[in-house]
């Protein structure tokens, strides 16, 4: 009996330390709260119709792909023109803002359909592909290019994709998923690295320079912005908007991130 004694003690000992170990090891991070943005106007047209549309998981994907910095306060005047009240708003709601926006985007620059491929001959965009060794096309929900794998890290594969056809939805950068995550890294460099806002003469996408004709068709997607984006119409004014004939108090209830389409 004596000598079972320092056997039952370290027995004891070492369930001790693990149940203490596993007391210090650290609560798993609160999974971030997600939302689903509102439709752009090409997809609620697109539903209407019964054609393929917007997929909600979509939202998801560039919600939970978006970076810190992305939703601080800090950035609000970079996102101003659309999204006036992003500094106050929770960071579910910025979140929504930028799923929203990534669609409006994807409504702009490709229909919302994946496996659209477009070669341009403007000579500002027709240049040969450092990865392709081919003029340039844009491709997938964003119009990117194989270059982008190695400018921003992209998971694009030459290689691979260079033996389907030109839109088969087995490609790597025809992949919404891909695409948008690559579509989220380009942002932000654009708006963390360059510290430019998001509508921008120099920005990536030509639909996002304002005074290019292809701007308004962005502008007009963005129409449904998150409610939670929005100033908020002051209850008297909100009065007058509903008297019948009166065109000025009409004017003063525009929302202010329908302003930036009339520039």
């Not at 689903?36 to 997809?43: F, L, M, Q």
């Not at 392709?132 to 997938?140: A, F, H, L, P």
């Not at 290019?145 to 790597?172: H, I, S, V």
């Amino acid at each position: 009996m004596k000598a079972g004694l320092p056997l039952c003690a370290l027995l004891v000992f070492t369930a001790c330390r693990r149940q203490g170990a596993q007391q210090q090891q650290p609560a798993p991070a609160p999974r971030p709260v997600l939302k689903t943005a509102p439709a752009t106007p090409i997809a609620e047209k697109k539903e209407e119709l019964g054609e393929d549309s917007w997929n909600p998981q979509w939202d998801l994907l560039v919600e939970q792909a978006l970076s810190p910095q992305m939703l601080s306060p800090a950035i609000a005047r970079n996102v101003r023109s659309y999204c006036p009240r992003f500094a106050s708003m929770s960071n579910a709601d910025r979140r929504a803002f930028w799923a929203y926006t990534f669609q409006a985007l994807a409504g702009a620059e490709a229909g919302l359909k994946p496996t659209t491929n477009v070669r341009h001959t403007e000579p500002e965009v027709a240049k040969v592909d450092t990865v392709s060794k081919r003029m340039v096309r844009s491709e997938g929900l964003l119009q990117l290019t194989y270059m982008d794998a190695d400018r921003y890290g992209c998971n694009f594969d030459w290689d691979q994709d260079k033996k389907l056809p030109e839109k088969d939805p087995g490609k790597t950068i025809l992949s919404p998923e891909n695409n948008l995550l690559c579509g989220v890294k380009i942002m932000e460099n654009q708006i963390l690295t360059q510290k430019r806002p998001l509508l921008s003469p120099s920005s990536y996408w030509v639909t996002l320079r304002p005074g290019r004709p292809s701007y308004l068709v962005f502008a007009k997607q963005m129409k449904n912005v998150p409610a939670a984006c929005r100033v908020a119409t002051p209850p008297m004014d909100e009065a007058k908007a509903k008297r019948p004939g009166d065109g000025a108090a009409t004017a003063a209830v525009v929302p202010a991130h329908v302003a930036p389409a009339a520039n």
